[in-house]
């Protein structure tokens, strides 16, 4: 407490020559005791203002957060392919059902589920960089894909049974070891210009041998009750881009470089995949050219330009073909490329959608169709769809028809065995997309052919 400063009193002596030091030093006391009570204020002062500083610097820092994230957003949107409506489904369709659940739960206690919720900082954090920055904590590629011009744009548009997200050669290197999209690799499926080696290929259709006799594709006079036939018509196109890909255990090599073979290569599974198909009554060409041999100056990095003009000639000669399968082996290590299902190994399956293409979308669906079904029908024999960006080649001919997609098959570790399993669960499962779709159609003529007679009896 301060106390007043006031003359101090002479002792009794009468002597008052110490009467100035006393007042000196009852004034620096109350000096040092007023000094203590500004600066006990003074910090108060400063406490009050620091927590209002971190407060105040906190909302700036999230509004500024906001505002970046809506520019990252709006960047997107300006240099992406997708349409607002379909970026929002698709948004939607990547939400897992619990987080719907979590946001009922954040109103009502009844709704509140066990475990670390949706809305969790981690969960968040993780949300936005997926969707906004295609980055996922968990898979460092991510990471490296923004920087390295060859893994850039690639994204995984269906995830397969496991947790493997590694994309197939295509996403990545091609056979030679050339990176896809780099200067040397060409711009697939455009014209070639006066430098390059001219194109051309023939449309080689393979014509398995039948047991019953006849030709492929031929209509088979069968009873009711037996297999729907495309009475004919040559519905299915299957041919290569890289028909020498090969496996190290067919050629008795060590080396998966050394995978390449003119003869015993992905054709024969391509073949398998049409015999397969025609078994199904699905009318089907397959072309096996080997570019290499066919082709004057050939290039490898124009393996895109000449498949490109085998298929046009396909459907030039063809105009029933509907569906389109480039196959193609994957350059993968044999745990990736392996699945065991019931106990037999099967080669996995892997999907390729050039985003290059305008319309990829309806290649997407049509991709992401066999995708579904190959799950149900053989779980974990899809290793997904890997979207590969608008950059490289990123085209693979699948301009020519929404039905058109890039499918690979094993790797170089796998056997040709175990490639033929996977074209013979492929064939079954594109067979039964085919011919659900036929009955739509069917339904749908029938459904307009009824409208139509009954507005004319009117």
């Known amino acids: 407490m301060l106390r007043p400063a006031h003359p101090p009193r002479a002792d009794k002596s009468g002597d008052c020559r110490d009467i100035p030091k006393a007042i000196e030093e009852e004034n620096r006391m109350n000096v040092r005791e ?5 600066y006990k ?10 927590m209002m500083g971190r407060i105040f610097a ?31 489904k698709r948004m939607a369709a990547s939400v897992s059902p619990q987080f719907f659940i979590d946001m009922l739960g954040l109103e009502s206690q009844a709704m509140k589920r066990g475990g670390e919720s949706t809305f969790s900082s981690g969960r968040v954090g993780t949300f936005v960089a997926d969707t906004l920055l295609h980055i996922k904590p968990g898979e460092p590629r991510t990471l490296l894909a923004s920087e390295l011009p060859q893994m850039r744009g690639n994204r995984l548009l269906a995830a397969p ?9 295509e996403a990545g290197k091609g056979a030679n070891g050339a990176a896809v999209g780099s200067a040397g ?15 051309t290929p023939v449309v080689a259709e393979t014509k398995p041998e039948l047991p019953q006799g006849g030709n492929v594709g031929e209509a088979q006079a069968s009873p009711a009750g037996t297999k729907p036939s495309t009475d004919g018509r040559k519905v299915v196109f299957v041919y290569h881009s890289h028909p020498r890909e090969s496996w190290v255990s067919e050629l008795n090599v060590k080396n998966a470089n050394e995978a390449e073979d003119s003869q015993k290569n992905v054709t024969l599974v391509g073949k398998r995949l049409a015999d397969k198909l025609e078994e199904n009554g699905i009318g089907s060409m397959h072309s096996g050219v080997d570019y290499p041999t066919k082709v004057t100056g050939y290039n490898w990095n124009y393996s895109y330009k000449y498949s490109l003009q085998t298929v046009k000639d396909a459907v030039a000669q063809n105009k029933d073909i509907t569906f389109l399968f480039d196959i193609h082996r994957d350059s993968a290590a044999r745990d990736i490329t392996t699945a065991s299902i019931g106990g037999t190994d099967y080669a996995k399956v892997y999907f390729i959608v050039g985003k290059k293409n305008e319309r990829w979308e309806q290649n997407e669906s049509f991709a992401r169709r066999i995708h579904e079904k190959l799950e149900s029908a053989y779980p974990g024999l899809s290793r997904g769809i890997w979207d590969k960006g608008s950059g490289g080649h990123a085209e693979y001919n699948q301009s020519v028809s929404p ?18 399993r996977t074209a013979d669960a492929l064939a079954g499962v594109i067979a039964g997309l085919y011919w659900d779709a036929e009955k739509v159609n069917a339904s749908a003529k029938v459904a307009a052919k009824g409208t139509t007679v009954v507005a004319g009896s009117n």
């Not at 500024?64 to 929002?88: D, E, F, G, R, Y």
């Not at 690799?185 to 194109?199: L, R, Y």
């Not at 058109?404 to 065995?417: A, D, K, M, R, W």
């Open 185 to 199: 690799a060409g711009d697939a499926g455009s014209v070639p210009t006066a430098q390059e080696p001219a194109v």
């Open 403 to 420: 039905n058109s997609i890039l499918v690979e098959i094993g790797g170089p570790f796998n056997t040709l065995e175990e490639c033929y």
């Open 161 to 169: 049974g496991g947790n493997r997200t590694t994309g197939g050669e």
């Open 34 to 38: 007023w000094r203590e009570v500004w």
């Open 58 to 88: 906190a909302y700036a820092g999230i509004a500024l957060l906001m505002i970046a994230l809506a520019a990252a957003a709006a960047m997107w949107q300006a240099h992406s392919n997708v349409s607002p409506k379909a970026a929002m």
């Open 41 to 50: 204020a003074v910090r108060s002062v400063r406490g009050q203002d620091g």
